[in-house]
């Protein structure tokens, strides 16, 4: 069967990615994955990888087929695991249950990556991969996390819809819903850290915790060259909560740098003009594995500008403000003309309240593009 698989295996496969989905903000750093099982056309079992730790998909959805997994396919959104963790090696599993053909849309990249599917066809199963573009987005992440050199990094911005991100007063408080606030808790919950300039911090003093739903998160992160963020701000007075850090140039002003660490904020200097890339460097050395961007322009431009953005999240508001020039969401160089924009894929879009949420990869910046993923 060719790559790109019938109707029903597609269709299967996305519910197994429907299913993947549901372990954001329980399974990290482990990968979302998803599984289902197939009889003579029925789903039998399917499940999902809950929480991490927990059980592995392909083994909840055995559970849950029973005898019935005997001469069955099982979808799977991630390569069946070869290596022995926390959990027995789910090509073990699949093998002893019976199940006769695997369609798998992503290959493992771990130390034992391709172990499952060799295990599986030389126990005599039909094994089949399946290009699929939902299943692969899932996945990029984790593959970041294991490789990368840097975060894998997520750009989110709440704008107008006339591509506002504040007044001309400065206010950018609340630019969307409630619904879309929700989501971007959600978000922040899954990340390990997120970051903001200097500037936002002023401009707003945001607390940026993930308010309202169980968090990972490890640190709130600010960019601040000149070392301008208050001892008073919300961040720093809140970082026995949430950790703090500050990442500025490595001479800046001792005194400044221990009044906030006497504030119990973590300050990170850096030699030369702080640049993006070897922050990031830096930032992945301190075990942040995903990162949330939710600063303005400036930092926004210096992101796209290094080529270091994986995803983008636009929270779009049904409201138009006029003027304010120059208040967009992205700053830096950009193109001279239209023909140099920057196109997103794999694109989807959502409802949010009155608010639509719009998602993509940058079709020639990020991990999974450098990576060269299927």
């Known amino acids: ?177 409630e619904a879309a606030r929700r989501r971007v808790h959600r978000e922040r919950a899954r990340c390990d850290a997120i970051l903001v300039g200097s500037g936002t911090v002023l401009a707003d003093d945001p607390d940026l915790r993930a308010r309202g739903v169980r968090s990972r998160m490890r640190a709130r992160i600010v960019l601040d060259r000149r070392l301008r963020t208050p001892v008073d701000a919300t961040v720093v007075r809140t970082s026995d909560r949430v950790e703090t850090w500050i990442v500025t140039r490595h001479d800046a002003p001792a005194t400044r740098v221990r009044r906030l660490e006497a504030a119990g904020v973590r300050v990170i200097g850096l030699r030369g003009r702080v640049g993006v890339p070897a922050m990031l460097r830096r930032l992945r050395r301190e075990g942040i594995g995903r990162l949330l961007v939710e600063g303005g322009s400036d930092v926004h431009g210096a992101f796209f500008d290094a080529k270091a953005v994986d995803r983008v999240q636009v929270h779009i508001a049904p409201r138009i403000l006029g003027g304010a020039d120059g208040l967009g969401p992205i700053g830096g160089t950009g193109p001279a003309a239209m023909a140099g924009a920057l196109p997103l894929v794999g694109v989807v879009t959502r409802r949010a309240g009155s608010d639509v949420v719009l998602e993509g990869e940058p079709a020639t910046t990020g991990w999974g593009v450098r990576a060269g993923l299927p």
């Open 1 to 177: 069967m060719s790559a790109t698989g019938s109707a029903f295996d597609r269709t299967m496969m996305a519910r197994a990615v429907e299913l993947a989905a549901r372990g954001r903000g329980a399974v990290e750093p482990n990968p979302y994955v998803g599984c289902v099982i197939v009889r003579e056309g029925h789903i039998v079992g399917e499940g999902a990888h809950a929480g991490y730790g927990g059980k592995h998909a392909e083994v909840v959805a055995l559970e849950r087929a029973g005898a019935a997994a005997r001469g069955a396919t099982a979808y799977v959104t991630l390569e069946p695991c070869h290596h022995r963790g926390k959990r027995p090696p789910c090509d073990v599993e699949l093998i002893k249950a019976g199940v006769r053909r695997v369609v798998v849309a992503c290959r493992d990249r771990n130390p034992a990556a391709g172990g499952g599917i060799r295990a599986l066809r030389d126990a005599g199963r039909g094994v089949e991969t399946l290009a699929h573009a939902p299943a692969r987005q899932l996945v990029v992440p984790f593959f970041a996390h294991l490789d990368g050199d840097r975060p894998f990094v997520v750009a989110k911005w709440a704008m107008t819809a006339d591509g506002r991100i504040a007044t001309g007063t400065g206010d950018s408080k609340y630019v969307t819903g």
